[in-house]
């Protein structure tokens, strides 16, 4: 599945774990995603997202594609509240698969593809001033404690965003 680690807000890392995906995982993944768009508005926040793609190899195809059509649903949203993003990425060979994934979804902000936490760390600094240690996620934690309170309020509008942005399962 994928897991997210919001601890360190604005930074939102997240990666998938060893043990694939499946369509509730997929479903859990897009609540998590849209959870943390909502503390972004009500927070009047922008996050930095981190992708770890290193682990590909365990998701399928399917769900690469599912991914990038549902980001192409919420564009908007994702214009609206994320700042950057980095993209994990130590294997060369699954490269292609961003391809893919970009060629139905494109950029919506400044992106770059980095080998290691440093690197990220680095165009965080050139693209947004920032400073960040990044190498706080090199231990892979699934941690989204401080979107638990927008539980109660996700599941009121829950219905309204899926019409909004046009997302069925």
Sequence with gaps: MICF???????VYFYIDDKGMNE????????????ILLKCKKE??????????????????????????????????????VKIVCILLTNS??????????SICRPYCPYKICT????????????????????IFSN??????NLEIYNDEYKKIKNNLKEEINISK
């Design 24 to 35: 509730n995982d997929f479903e859990e993944y897009k609540t998590t995603y849209l959870k």
């Design 116 to 135: 290691d936490y440093n690197i990220i760390n680095e165009f965080i600094k050139e693209t947004l001033n920032e400073i960040h240690d990044t190498n």
């Design 140 to 145: 892979l934690i699934h941690d989204i404690s």
């Design 44 to 81: 009047k926040t922008k996050i930095i997202l981190i992708s770890d793609l290193n682990n590909q190899n365990k998701l399928e195809m399917k769900y690469v594609m599912k991914q990038a059509y549902f980001n192409l649903k919420i564009e908007k949203f994702n214009k609206q509240y």
């Design 93 to 102: 060979n699954l490269k292609k698969i961003l391809n893919m994934y970009f």
């Design 5 to 11: 680690n919001t601890k360190y807000w604005p930074l």
